[in-house]
Nanobody, 115 residues
Framework: QVQVVESGGGLVQSEGSLNLSCTAS????????MAWYREIPGQRRELIST???????QYHDSVKGRFTLSREDVGNTVHLQMTRLEPEDTATYFC?????????WGQGTQFTLTP
C-alpha cells in the first residue's frame, strides 16, 4: 500500500513563485511515475506534469516554461516549482504515484494568489 502526501500550498503574490512537494511512502516502495494534476471546481482534473525514472518531465502546454518538475535521487519525492503564477493557475493541486499497476492520490493542496 502507498500513501501520497502533498505540501507547499499557501499565499503567493500574482506573478510570484511557489514550490509544491509530494512524497509517496513508504520509501521502500518502487514507485514508477509520479505526476501533478490540478482541478478547478466544476472542471475535469487536468494533468499538469509527469515524471518517470530516466525520462524527462512532460508538461501541459499551459505551464511549459513556467513550471519545473523534479524528482529526488533517493526516495519518492517530487517537487513542482511554479513561477510567474497567473490567476488561471489557481486550483487544487493533486499528486499521484504509480506503484505496480495502481496509482494513489494525495489529498490535494491549494494556494491563493494575492494582488
Amino acid at each position: 500500500q502507498v500513501q501520497v502526501v502533498e505540501s507547499g500550498g499557501g499565499l503567493v503574490q500574482s506573478e510570484g513563485s511557489l514550490n509544491l512537494s509530494c512524497t509517496a511512502s513508504p520509501s521502500t516502495r518502487s514507485i514508477g511515475a509520479m505526476a501533478w494534476y490540478r482541478e478547478i471546481p466544476g472542471q475535469r482534473r487536468e494533468l499538469i506534469s509527469t515524471i518517470t525514472n530516466n525520462v524527462s518531465p512532460q508538461y501541459h502546454d499551459s505551464v511549459k516554461g513556467r513550471f519545473t518538475l523534479s524528482r529526488e535521487d533517493v526516495g519518492n519525492t517530487v517537487h513542482l516549482q511554479m513561477t510567474r503564477l497567473e490567476p488561471e493557475d489557481t486550483a487544487t493541486y493533486f499528486c499521484t504515484a504509480w506503484y505496480m499497476v495502481r496509482n494513489t492520490w494525495g489529498q490535494g493542496t491549494q494556494f491563493t494568489l494575492t494582488p
